[in-house]
């Protein structure tokens, strides 16, 4: 594999991304090993994963904390993270104003991304919040933190030649939330070719001798049939505009025409256990983003698999895939959260301290999950990788699928205070943040900040805990 | 008189002594290694210090960082802390740590606290039970804690408060109950205890408490109950007064206090270690602290400032990409204050390490004995005009022989 960190190659070719798949395939889809490079980026071997940023940060992992205790290849950042202003108040976004040199990505400057990492910039965030409105022929709906707004895409190009990502993803005519009608679908094709064919054009512009960013298009998550008109565009007039492909679904598969089978696939599709990912993995996806890491975390979950599994598999009790830490059964533990896990948390803490910090509500209990539940997937798949590598791992496969439950653990108790471009409210649903302050008594505040035992604690567990005695 | 003095878990050597102020620079060597002083210490109440890692915070250069007792003592609970090893093992901290004894807290927190002879009867913050602290509990929680500094249990009321009989009684206690802790406390081999310095704004009976607790010889000695909102002349005048007469040779502790002004000019009257959840706070809020003073960095005037969050500042946010750093700038925290956790996480790193420095450069400044100097342009840099630095900074500078006007 040594050819592959060669990038003089990539110098020369039209495409500033250079993928290079083990083997071709042979059928449509099928688990495959590759290397994703780009100039100056450390190559990304697949099948991998990209990591989800919130605001340009990975969500609980101030710039130091990834840099120094993760093994975070790539991140994923989306435009409606960062253009409120333009959206709400008809201002110019800051980072469209933040200074870099010609060979420098502002994004990349503003949210402090090491040089190392691959930065992908989409129009939405991961997973995107279902919006009201409808996409137009020009403008899809986005959230941002000042509320609902539309996204041009000529605004979106736009947006792409000043923050010159490594890897912009077409935007693609879909819908989130609910499946679209007869009549969107025949739109949906026509709509996602002119907002490519926009992309490419705007990236052309650029005349400052840099590569242009790497271009992933959209295959719908509907009917080959139904977008063949887009498909035939992308491998004919676009295919030199064209490095990688993005799936909303991993059914999308069937509908990648065997000449664009070489391209990078990337999943923004919701792959909410280990077991949907081994099974996209098994169609042929490359590369992931995975919403179930935060949420895991934020739920106050670690994250406790392995593949291969290390232990055989017992039918009629299947591990776990997580723990909930914040059972206060750990409480006394001083195991770290898996005995055999080297990652930051695992090295320097054990669960005592987690449950701890959580029942505490100290946003440290999430930075520590946050780096274990990224480690436990890194490990996953380069345990993925290796089996492909030894031919395993479809034996492989059946039998994580049968050591570990199907679902995640229940989420049990209370995550961080949540952002209204986090989180999409539900009907009738109780608020998602307690009220935080009551009343204008400080001493009442300070109190609820001193947060003390669970609800249900009575003077006696004071005294049992030595704290102090009852009066009478 | 003797410039070091040495105890069983404790030494604490002068290093070098200000010509001009009653300023001091020292060593103090706890069971988890030697500290510089003067020294600011972060309050990381419940075990963690608002985000950031043991790792993260002792790159701050903190190794004296604050628990509190009380939160402790409710979470995870004695028991807990007992099976675990106490606070260094529960919150793998290699530095030192330092527990308050939770009678500020008991007092400041709870509704219907009521301080008796035998301790503090409060009712429980749940169910309404009355309860009792004693010094005996809180030297028994403390001791379990395992800090390397533990506070006694002290009478603490508002220095504002006009009662004086009221006042007179609490100091008087508090000495009592510096007895009833001395008794309780188990672990003197390994654990320091302070006393705590009470009897309010009453100069005299500040004199009296200091005469009186310094008789008990403990380790270190804390000015107590003050940064109540009692106004900063007489606040200086209290701290002043009590570094007069307690012994030169142990290491003074003013509780509660964390703004750099406060800091520079208490240090100025001879006080050495400090702690404040303010820049902590206030982190958390958006407000980062610079030598030019606090920015409210949601202010959207920040929203395209492309700067550091301090040009001055060498810390892991401030340092650009090229020096070691990350590069973050005012524009970014913008972005991400209030919204995002890790942009708490940055702000707080930046202000522990903002005041640690200070301490560092103030500490530096005492030992080429040109503190006075070292003030005069630190008020400069904050206030820009010296006709603006607040009257009670310019006496109290003036009492001790520096002339910030001049």
Not at chain 1, 277 to 299: C, K, M, S, V, W
Request: with cysteine.
């Amino acid at each position: 594999m040594a050819a592959l960190h060669n990038h003089s190659s990539l110098r020369q070719s039209s495409h500033p991304l250079l993928f290079v798949l083990q083997k071709s395939n042979t059928r449509q889809d099928e688990p495959r090993l590759g290397r994703l490079s780009l100039l100056n980026r450390v190559p990304m071997d697949t099948p991998h994963y990209v990591a989800a940023s919130s605001r340009g940060a990975v969500p609980h992992l101030s710039q130091d904390m990834m840099r120094e205790n993760t093994n975070i290849r790539a991140m994923y950042t989306a435009l409606e993270d960062f253009i409120e202003k333009a959206s709400h108040q008809d201002q110019t976004p800051p980072i469209f104003n933040f200074p870099a040199a010609p060979h420098e990505s502002p994004l990349r400057k503003f949210i402090a991304l090491q040089k190392s990492a691959l930065l992908i910039l989409g129009p939405r965030r991961i997973p995107p919040l279902p919006c009201p409105a409808s996409s137009t022929d020009s403008a899809i709906s986005i959230v941002t933190s000042l509320g609902f707004g539309m996204l041009e895409y000529t605004d979106y190009v736009e947006a792409i030649q000043k923050l010159r990502p490594d890897i912009v993803l077409g935007i693609g005519d879909v819908l989130f939330g609910h499946k679209p009608g007869v009549k969107r679908i025949d739109k949906m094709g026509d709509r996602t070719l002119a907002w490519v064919k926009e992309l490419v054009d705007g990236m052309k512009d650029e005349e400052n001798g840099m590569p242009r960013p790497a271009l992933f298009a959209p295959i719908l998550p509907i009917e080959a049939e139904r977008q063949s008109y887009y498909l035939d565009a992308l491998q004919d007039e676009l295919v030199d505009s064209v490095d990688g492909l993005v799936l909303y679904d991993t059914a999308s598969i069937d509908a990648i025409p065997k000449t664009l089978w070489h391209l990078p696939r990337l999943s923004l599709g919701e792959m909410n256990s280990p077991h949907k990912l081994l099974d996209a993995i098994a169609r042929g996806i490359d590369i992931f983003t995975i919403p179930f890491i935060t949420e895991t975390t934020d739920a106050g979950i670690a994250l406790g698999f392995s593949f291969p599994a290390t232990k055989a598999p017992d039918v009629d009790t299947p591990l776990p895939l997580g723990v909930d830490m914040w059972a206060p059964t750990h409480a006394k533990c001083l195991s770290p959260l898996r005995s055999d896990c080297l990652c930051y948390t695992c090295t320097n803490h054990h669960q005592a301290f987690i449950q701890h910090l959580l029942n505490a509500k100290e946003m440290l209990g999430w930075v520590l999950l946050q780096l274990h539940n990224h480690h436990i997937v890194d490990n996953f798949f380069a345990g993925v990788r290796q089996s492909i590598q030894n031919g395993s791992f479809e034996d492989e496969r059946t039998s994580f699928e049968k050591t570990y439950t199907v679902e995640l653990p229940e989420k049990t108790g209370q995550g961080p205070r949540v952002r209204g471009y986090q989180y999409k409210s539900e009907k009738s649903e109780q608020r998602k943040n307690p009220p935080a302050y009551r009343s204008l008594d400080d001493r009442k505040e300070k109190l609820v900040e001193a947060a003390v035992l669970s609800p249900s604690a009575d003077a006696n567990d004071f005294e049992q805990q030595g704290f102090a005695e009852k009066a009478e | 008189m003797s410039t070091s003095a040495q105890s069983a878990a404790l030494k604490f050597e002068i290093v070098a002594k200000c010509s001009t102020t009653k300023a001091r620079a020292s060593i103090l060597t706890l069971p988890h290694g030697p500290v510089s002083l003067p020294i600011f210490q972060p309050v990381a109440t419940q075990a963690s210090l608002k985000g950031l890692t043991s790792t993260q915070l002792a790159e701050t250069g903190c190794n004296l960082c604050l628990n509190n007792a009380y939160h402790l003592g409710l979470k995870p609970g004695q028991e807990t802390l007992e099976k675990v090893g106490g606070a260094h093992a529960l919150q793998g901290w290699k530095g030192n740590i330092l527990t308050d004894s939770g009678g500020f807290q008991m007092v400041s927190l709870l509704k219907l606290a009521k301080v008796t002879e035998e301790g503090v009867r409060f009712l429980s913050p749940h169910d309404g039970t009355p309860m009792l602290l004693t010094p005996e509990h809180s030297m028994s929680l403390q001791n379990t804690i395992g800090s390397d500094i533990i506070m006694q249990l002290d009478d603490v009321i508002a220095t504002t408060s006009p009662d004086a009989e009221r006042m007179k009684e609490a100091m008087e206690r508090s000495i009592r109950w510096l007895d009833r802790c001395v008794t309780a406390h188990k672990r003197p081999e390994k654990q320091n205890l302070f006393c705590i310095i009470q009897g309010g704004l009453d100069l005299e009976m500040r004199k009296v408490c200091c005469k009186e607790m310094a008789k008990r010889d403990t380790p270190g000695i804390a000015i107590g109950g003050l940064s109540g909102g009692e106004d900063k002349m007489l606040y200086c005048q209290v701290v002043s007064a009590c570094t007069d007469l307690l012994p030169p040779n142990k290491p003074r502790y003013v509780m509660g206090v964390g703004y750099p002004e406060d800091l520079v000019v208490s240090i100025a009257l001879g006080a050495d270690m400090f702690d404040c959840v303010w820049p902590t706070r206030t982190a958390r809020f958006g407000n980062a602290v610079t030598s030019t003073g606090t920015l409210n960095l949601r202010h959207a005037s920040f929203a395209n400032d492309t700067g550091p969050i301090d040009a001055d500042c060498a810390c892991t946010c401030c340092m650009p990409e090229d020096e070691g750093g990350l590069g973050i700038t005012r524009a970014y925290i913008y972005h991400v204050a209030a919204k995002e956790t890790a942009g708490a996480h940055l702000l707080t790193m930046h202000n522990v390490h903002y005041l640690l420095s200070l301490m560092g450069k103030v500490r530096a400044a005492i030992i080429e004995d040109r503190y006075p100097e070292f003030l005069h342009s630190y008020f400069r840099r904050a206030y820009g005009d010296m006709a603006k630095v607040p009257t009670w900074a310019l006496t109290a500078l003036k009492e001790v022989g520096v002339d910030l006007l001049a």
